[in-house]
Protein backbone atom coordinates (compact mmCIF):
# COMPACT_ATOMS: atom_id res chain seq x y z
CA UNK A 1 0.00 0.00 0.00
CA UNK A 2 1.12 3.41 -1.13
CA UNK A 3 1.54 6.15 2.00
CA UNK A 4 -0.52 9.72 0.77
CA UNK A 5 1.98 12.43 1.20
CA UNK A 6 0.39 15.05 3.81
CA UNK A 7 3.24 17.40 3.29
CA UNK A 8 5.08 18.53 -0.05
CA UNK A 9 8.61 17.22 0.13
CA UNK A 10 9.88 20.84 -0.59
CA UNK A 11 7.94 22.60 2.09
CA UNK A 12 9.83 23.28 5.81
CA UNK A 13 6.43 23.27 7.40
CA UNK A 14 6.18 19.58 9.66
CA UNK A 15 3.51 17.49 8.81
CA UNK A 16 1.76 18.11 12.26
CA UNK A 17 1.57 21.88 11.21
CA UNK A 18 -0.77 21.32 8.23
CA UNK A 19 -2.75 19.41 10.08
CA UNK A 20 -3.51 21.72 12.92
CA UNK A 21 -3.72 24.06 10.38
CA UNK A 22 -6.58 21.83 8.50
CA UNK A 23 -7.94 21.20 11.97
CA UNK A 24 -7.84 24.44 12.70
CA UNK A 25 -9.58 25.78 8.81
CA UNK A 26 -12.82 23.33 9.89
CA UNK A 27 -13.62 24.68 13.44
CA UNK A 28 -13.26 28.25 11.87
CA UNK A 29 -15.61 26.75 9.21
CA UNK A 30 -18.01 25.30 11.28
CA UNK A 31 -18.50 28.02 14.01
CA UNK A 32 -19.04 30.69 11.52
CA UNK A 33 -21.59 28.28 10.04
CA UNK A 34 -22.90 27.57 14.25
CA UNK A 35 -23.06 31.87 14.23
CA UNK A 36 -25.08 32.43 10.99
CA UNK A 37 -27.42 29.66 12.18
CA UNK A 38 -27.86 31.54 15.24
CA UNK A 39 -28.00 35.32 13.50
CA UNK A 40 -30.74 33.54 11.61
CA UNK A 41 -32.60 32.27 14.10
CA UNK A 42 -32.21 35.48 15.70
CA UNK A 43 -33.58 37.45 13.02
CA UNK A 44 -36.53 35.13 12.65
CA UNK A 45 -37.27 35.69 16.61
CA UNK A 46 -37.22 39.25 16.38
CA UNK A 47 -39.73 39.05 13.31
CA UNK A 48 -42.07 36.97 15.47
CA UNK A 49 -41.58 38.93 18.49
CA UNK A 50 -42.51 42.28 16.10
CA UNK A 51 -45.34 40.83 14.79
CA UNK A 52 -46.93 39.83 18.31
CA UNK A 53 -46.07 42.97 19.24
CA UNK A 54 -47.94 45.18 16.75
CA UNK A 55 -50.90 42.65 17.28
CA UNK A 56 -50.74 42.87 20.93
CA UNK A 57 -50.57 47.15 20.50
CA UNK A 58 -53.20 46.96 18.19
CA UNK A 59 -55.68 45.33 20.33
CA UNK A 60 -54.94 47.51 23.16
CA UNK A 61 -55.80 50.83 20.59
CA UNK A 62 -58.85 49.16 20.03
CA UNK A 63 -59.72 48.16 23.22
CA UNK A 64 -59.39 51.79 24.09
CA UNK A 65 -60.79 53.40 21.41
CA UNK A 66 -63.73 51.78 22.22
CA UNK A 67 -63.99 52.56 26.11
CA UNK A 68 -63.25 56.57 24.36
CA UNK A 69 -66.37 56.25 22.58
CA UNK A 70 -68.38 54.83 25.16
CA UNK A 71 -66.94 57.45 28.09
CA UNK A 72 -67.53 60.21 25.18
CA UNK A 73 -71.45 58.74 24.64
CA UNK A 74 -72.22 58.80 28.95
CA UNK A 75 -70.46 61.92 28.90
CA UNK A 76 -73.20 63.39 26.10
CA UNK A 77 -75.92 61.60 28.00
CA UNK A 78 -75.13 63.73 30.89
CA UNK A 79 -74.54 66.77 29.70
CA UNK A 80 -77.82 66.87 28.11
CA UNK A 81 -80.46 69.22 29.70
CA UNK A 82 -82.99 67.14 31.37
CA UNK A 83 -86.34 69.07 32.33
CA UNK A 84 -87.43 67.71 35.76
CA UNK A 85 -90.79 66.49 35.80
CA UNK A 86 -93.08 67.78 38.28
CA UNK A 87 -92.81 64.99 40.85
CA UNK A 88 -88.88 65.27 40.96
CA UNK A 89 -89.13 69.11 41.88
CA UNK A 90 -91.18 68.29 44.49
CA UNK A 91 -88.73 65.45 45.90
CA UNK A 92 -85.67 68.27 45.03
CA UNK A 93 -88.04 70.92 47.66
CA UNK A 94 -88.44 68.15 50.06
CA UNK A 95 -84.86 67.18 50.35
CA UNK A 96 -83.61 71.18 49.92
CA UNK A 97 -85.89 71.82 53.13
CA UNK A 98 -84.88 68.83 54.98
CA UNK A 99 -81.47 69.80 54.63
CA UNK A 100 -81.99 73.39 55.56
CA UNK A 101 -83.70 71.91 58.84
CA UNK A 102 -80.78 69.82 59.45
CA UNK A 103 -78.23 72.41 59.14
CA UNK A 104 -80.24 75.58 61.13
CA UNK A 105 -81.00 72.90 64.19
CA UNK A 106 -84.51 72.01 62.83
CA UNK A 107 -85.38 75.96 62.87
CA UNK A 108 -88.31 76.68 60.23
Given amino acids: MAKLPVASVRSNVPADDVVETSIARVLDAEAAAIAERAREEVRRIGVRTDRRVGAVRAAFEAGAAAAIASFEAEAAA ?31
Fill in 78 to 108: LAASHDLSPAEVDRVDRAVRATAQVLTGGLP
